[in-house]
């Protein structure tokens, strides 16, 4: 029962990024690859272009990490720019520290 609760938990922070990248790659196709439970890959790619975002498997488990904090700090990290820049090297985003624990968590 609690590996399908994190399947489900898993699975709604991937929502996330893949609306993310939705949002700031327009008409770009998006492919998602897991390696082994690393990492999970993003790839947006427009037949032009192409930019990759790695993220590591334990931040989609972490359980103080909720959806709107995944959400909110790629937005406040600016990750698509990001991105962007590392071009197909890709882009390996862990989310700021104070993104990751609540105040009392110490």
């Keep these: 029962m609690a590996a399908m609760k994190d399947a489900a938990w898993i699975k709604a922070n991937i929502e996330v990024v893949d609306n993310y990248l939705k949002g700031e790659f327009e008409n770009y196709s998006i492919a998602h690859q897991t390696d082994n439970t690393l990492t999970h890959t993003f790839t947006v790619d427009n037949g032009k272009k192409r930019f990759t975002l790695v993220i590591g498997w334990p931040i989609f488990a972490e359980r103080r990490l909720t959806q709107a ?31 990751t624990i609540q105040r009392g968590d110490m």
């Design 69 to 99: 904090r995944i959400g909110g700090g790629l937005n406040k990290e600016n990750v698509a720019e990001q991105m962007r820049l590392h071009k197909e090297a890709g882009y390996h985003w862990t989310p700021l520290h104070e993104d």
